[in-house]
């Protein structure tokens, strides 16, 4: 059950084919939510990249299920301990568990779960998942990234995702915005116009350290949910 769950998680739509400008921003996150460090590990680590803006904070660990991308992300990340199986993970054993990908339906049920057991107490589970919801998706409609054949139906929203997180005994602590990295999103607008108005706001992030992103939750493509487990 494990496995369907991570082909659901896994970050394969970052990986082959080519690095999505959210990524700094999500390591930016957990960065500023884990100010001092400590274990890590992503779920459906793909090729490393995310690993590698993490690695000079975190002693970091990584799994996938393609044995392809698991070869890629040890050469790109040499200081990664790259699982080769999910269960070698330690339970309890990370004060950083990482998941980023398309979860929908039963699948992200059993996935959250899982990856809780790995979260070290008062330590944090970190997800990025599609918003169903959110603006971004009003406007690109048949055309957003997150909907196609396999995902369109059963993505959570984020009421959705706060009950989850606390059956799993979770408590969700930040939800934010990843912004809207996918233009054009309007018809009759030059595509290059609405491309260069959805840049400032990372860009302003990039050199200014807010403590926040400056997209409202409700706007973006994605949720990013950071929760907190108990005792």
Not at 82 to 109: F, P, Q, T
Not at 130 to 159: E, I, M, Q, T, Y
Not at 174 to 192: M, V
Request: proline share 6%; net charge neutral; charged share 25%.
């Amino acid at each position: 059950m494990l496995r369907a769950a991570s082909e659901s998680a896994r970050a394969d739509d970052i990986d082959d084919g080519g690095d999505r400008r959210p990524l700094w921003w999500y390591a930016r996150v957990i960065q500023r939510l884990c100010p001092n460090g400590g274990r890590l590990i992503e779920f459906g680590c793909g090729s490393g990249r995310l690993l590698e803006y993490l690695s000079a904070d975190f002693d970091i660990s990584g799994y996938d299920d393609d044995p392809v991308l698991r070869h890629r992300c040890r050469a790109a990340v040499p200081d990664a301990v790259i699982l080769e199986d999910w269960k070698e993970a330690e339970a309890d054993g990370y004060d950083v568990v990482v998941a980023l990908g398309k979860w929908h339906g039963s699948r992200a049920i059993t996935a959250i779960t899982r990856l809780a057991e790995k979260v070290a107490k008062d330590g944090l589970l970190f997800i990025v998942a599609p918003n169903p919801g959110g603006l971004a998706h009003r406007l690109k409609g048949s055309a957003w990234f997150a909907d196609d054949a396999g995902v369109k139906l059963g993505l959570l929203s984020r009421g959705e995702w706060m009950t989850l997180m606390r059956k799993a005994n979770l408590k969700v602590v930040n939800i934010e915005s990843d912004g809207l990295w996918d233009a054009p999103y309007l018809p009759l607008i030059p595509a290059a116009l609405q491309r260069a108005v959805c840049d400032v706001p990372p860009a302003v992030q990039s050199y200014w350290p807010i403590s926040r992103s400056l997209w409202p939750a409700a706007v973006g493509e994605s949720l990013l949910i950071t929760a907190r487990k108990g005792s």
